[in-house]
């Protein structure tokens, strides 16, 4: 099962590689990973998705929470919450039916044209990963794709929960 945890913890040279550490030494594999610091220049949020049972993901949880540079983690996918993911994708835009094709996918996905050159878009979408998946799926059928980049999901419990110190 796919699993959100986010972790709370300091912003200081090793601690993301010791968090890792710890699901790479149990031969458990972190599927995407999101780091950046916080209003609190020395706090960073960590969003890591990982898939595991309940018993691996409270093994995990509780062996990352004993690192001294963790304030707090907390598994998001047990209550409400939203995720979000940005992808760069540039596709290949060599004639116009391909271009009026790849800008109607985009209008349909919401996504944005960030860049234009002659013969390719670069095109910014961001929402869940299913979403990304999916418009990738579509305008690889109409347009060839010459590269993506993805962020990995970043994800914020809903209502009046927050991952504070």
């Known amino acids: ?3 959100i945890i986010s972790v709370l913890m300091e912003n200081a040279p090793g601690a993301l590689s010791r968090i890792v550490g710890v699901f790479s030494q149990r031969g458990y594999n972190v599927d995407s990973l999101c780091v950046a610091p916080t209003d609190d220049p020395s706090l960073s949020r960590l969003t890591i998705i990982t898939h595991g049972d309940d018993k691996v993901i ?4 509780k062996q990352v929470n004993k690192l001294i540079d963790v304030l707090k983690i907390v ?16 596709v290949a835009t060599r004639s116009e039916a391909v271009r009026a094709e790849v800008k109607r996918n985009t209008d349909i996905f919401r996504a944005r044209i960030v860049d234009v ?8 979408i961001t929402g869940t990963t299913d979403k990304l998946d999916a418009f990738a799926d579509t305008v690889g059928q109409c347009a060839e794709i ?5 962020t ?7 209502g009046e929960r927050a991952l504070r110190p």
Not at 58 to 61: G, Y
Not at 117 to 124: C, K, L
């Open 1 to 3: 099962m796919k699993r």
């Open 58 to 61: 409270e093994q995990i949880t």
């Open 75 to 90: 598994d998001l996918t047990e209550n409400a919450h939203i995720e979000r993911e940005l992808m760069l994708i540039k």
């Open 117 to 124: 050159h002659a013969n390719n878009y670069t095109i910014e």
């Open 146 to 150: 010459i590269e993506s980049s993805r």
């Open 152 to 158: 990995g999901v970043c994800g914020l419990a809903r």
